[in-house]
Structure formats: structure tokens, C-alpha cells
């Protein structure tokens, strides 16, 4: 093992979080200190490994139809979540891979219960789910913004609730351990990003043309509420990561290095699942002797 497969080793336990305690994450580092030992090249090489590795199980999964993974995404603005995703699945084949960025409700999805739209997206069997952002936002962006939470049609007496977050979390919770129960392993990411590094990420977009489509304004009135957002992510995620569906917070601040460990992540996953290939029934191995009679 390589000295930097060894850091990704170790980095995979450093970075999950146990649920069983606060998260400060102030005290969570948004760039890895040891990555600077590595240089760039090293870790693509390392990334299309994982990436070609990643799409081979993927194959044994599909192959297998009985099991999903479900990889659910999180980040501030200029996170690096749709890279991340273009990286990590390079080599997947799209029949294998759903990808599912969920936007602002419509009204027909506020019309139902919070997790209605999001249980129709869970991956089915033999596929690889990504959430690019998730379920998560109403625990995110509905309690930065506790305006939005009108929009959702909720009796007085659930939106009033003292305990309305918590509820929201067990809600969660509940959700996750039937999906991990239907045979879903769930591995959920928050891309922990440094508030110098979205700046310098946003003035980017600003100076290069070719991504000036990226450009809302509504990026900096999100911006402004920086710390808002920290403690809604610290308390959603303490609360909500379980042994069936952990969070990883892994610095950000590196892209390279970002990718990479979010793809080691979901190798991990794969990896776990001990996928083989489908022993052929009777029919199958007499369809498959004939095949073989007819070409030889």
C-alpha cells in the first residue's frame, strides 16, 4: 500500500461521524494538511483507479439486482458536488447510475408529506443513487429560512412543535433505516468547504465567461448566513449519522483530494456489499450451452 493509499485509509475513519456526539465543525479542518505531501497528478491516478474500480462493482451490482447504494451530497454554494459526481462516476455505466438534483420543491411535491418526492428517487436495485443535495435541505435551508416552512402546508400544531426539528430528524432516521432494511447502503458526504475558498471559487465564475451561468445573487444573500448554515449542518448531521447511513465531513478546500475521497468512500461501500456474480439457474445454463453450440 502506498504511503497516500494509506492516508486515504485512515482519512475514511477520521472523517465519519459517529452521531453519538455535537459536531463542532469549527474544529473540522476544510483542507487536509498531509495532502500537501501529494501532488496533483498523484491523486487523479489515484482517483481513475477508484473510478474504474468503482465501475466494475458497479457492473457487479447491476448484475446482481438485488442491492443499491445511495450516495447523498451536500455543500455550501461552490461545494463541489456536480465535479465530484462527474469524477467519481467517470467510468459508470449510465444504465447503472441515477442522478438526482433536487431543486425547490413544486406544488404538487408540497402538496405531500416531506419525504414523498424523495423515497420515488431512491435508487432501485442493481443502481447507484447520488442525491446532489437531498432530503437534507428541509433540515438546511428550512431552518436557516423558517419562512419556507409556510409553503409546506403543515397543521399549527407540527410547525409550532418546540421539538419540530427533532422530529424532523427521526423522521430521517426512520426513512434511512428502511431503505438500509430494502438492502440500500447509504453513505452521505458533506463537502466541508472554507468560506476564503467559496469566495475565491464565486470570484472565479465572475472572471471566467464560460461560467458566468453559474452567477445568482441569491449566492451571496446564502452566503451572508454562513454561520446559520454550519450550525444547521452540525446539528443535522450529528443527529442523523447511523451505522446503516454515516456522514462523512471531508475537507473540501482540495478538490483533487476532495474527489478522491469521496470516490474512495464509495469503493468502500461496494467493497462491503461482497458483490458476485449471479449463479445462472438450469434454464440460464441451457440457454448458455446452446449459445455456445450455435457459434462454435
Do not use: C
Amino acid at each position: 500500500m502506498s504511503d497516500l493509499e494509506t492516508l486515504l485509509a485512515e482519512s475514511l475513519d477520521r472523517y465519519r461521524v459517529s452521531g453519538k456526539q455535537p459536531l463542532d465543525l469549527d474544529r473540522r479542518a476544510t483542507r487536509e494538511a498531509r495532502a500537501a505531501a501529494y501532488d496533483k497528478l498523484s491523486g487523479q491516478h489515484q482517483l481513475r483507479r477508484a473510478s474504474a474500480r468503482i465501475a466494475d462493482l458497479q457492473q457487479r451490482l447491476y448484475a446482481e439486482r438485488s442491492r443499491s447504494v445511495l450516495l447523498v451530497l451536500q455543500a455550501m454554494d461552490a461545494g463541489g458536488k456536480d465535479g465530484t459526481i462527474r469524477h467519481v462516476f467517470a467510468g459508470v455505466d449510465p444504465q447503472g447510475l441515477s442522478i438526482v438534483a433536487f431543486k425547490a420543491p413544486t406544488g404538487e411535491e408540497l402538496a405531500h408529506d416531506v419525504l414523498w418526492r424523495v423515497h420515488r428517487a431512491a435508487p432501485a436495485r442493481g443502481v447507484i443513487g447520488v442525491f446532489n443535495r437531498s432530503h437534507y435541505e428541509d433540515v438546511l435551508v428550512s431552518r436557516v429560512h423558517p419562512d419556507l416552512l409556510a409553503q409546506q402546508s403543515l397543521s399549527p400544531s407540527v410547525a409550532d412543535d418546540p421539538a419540530f426539528w427533532d422530529a424532523r430528524f427521526a423522521d430521517i432516521r426512520a426513512f434511512e433505516r428502511l431503505l438500509a432494511r430494502q438492502g440500500t447502503r447509504i453513505v452521505k458526504v458533506f463537502l466541508h468547504l472554507g468560506r476564503d475558498e467559496q469566495k475565491k471559487r464565486l470570484q472565479a465564475r465572475l472572471d471566467d465567461p464560460a461560467k458566468l451561468w453559474k452567477v445568482y445573487v441569491g449566492d451571496l444573500r446564502e452566503r451572508a448566513r454562513w454561520d446559520d448554515y454550519k450550525h444547521a449542518y452540525a446539528a443535522a448531521i450529528a443527529a442523523t449519522s447511523r451505522a446503516e447511513a454515516p456522514w462523512f465531513v471531508v475537507p473540501a478546500d482540495q478538490k483533487w483530494f476532495a474527489r478522491l475521497i469521496v470516490a474512495e468512500i464509495v469503493l468502500d461501500a461496494l467493497q462491503n456489499l461482497d458483490l458476485r456474480a449471479p449463479t445462472p439457474t438450469a434454464e440460464q445454463t441451457a440457454q448458455i450451452a446452446e449459445v455456445r453450440r450455435q457459434l462454435a
